[in-house]
């Protein structure tokens, strides 16, 4: 198999993973390492959602990304809003993810939001999920 469709189904295996598990097997974060949620998300009339926060993360032997996703009549449907590649330095950085949400409109008003340090680490080869820091925040979708 070619590396490049190779490397796009381990990404996508890790992906789907990494949204089946993350919650349940995400070690607490290290004291070094956070992620963080801003109490204010913005709604476009599209649908289109934009949520940030800061991170701080160290350590790293793969692509890290912080993702996020956003729920609000059911936890358990939540909606996948983006993700921003991350820098492991020790320092403390902004994140923002925007995405359009089409299969279920939001509205402004009270939400849940996850945000969670995901680095593909290399383990025999593939890819794996590795956890970094995860934080859930209820928040407030507004109008921008």
């Not at 990304?65 to 921003?84: C, E, K």
Request: aromatic residues 4%.
């Amino acid at each position: 198999m070619p590396l490049r469709p190779a490397l796009s189904a381990a990404l996508g295996s890790a992906a789907l993973l990494c949204a089946a598990v993350a919650p349940a097997t995400a070690a607490p974060a290290a004291p070094s390492e956070s992620v963080t949620v801003d109490p204010t998300g913005r709604l476009a009339d599209d649908g289109t959602v934009t949520l940030s926060g800061t991170y701080t993360c160290t350590d790293a032997t793969g692509p890290v990304f912080v993702s996020s996703s956003v729920s609000q009549d059911s936890p358990n449907y939540r909606h996948g809003v983006g993700g921003t590649m991350a820098v492991c330095d020790g320092a403390k950085h902004h994140w923002e993810n925007t995405g359009k949400v089409t299969s279920e409109k939001l509205k402004t008003g009270a939400a849940h939001v996850e945000a969670t340090i995901m680095e593909l680490r290399p383990q025999g080869g593939l890819p794996l999920p590795s956890f970094h820091a995860v934080q859930q925040q209820d928040v407030t979708l507004k109008k921008g």
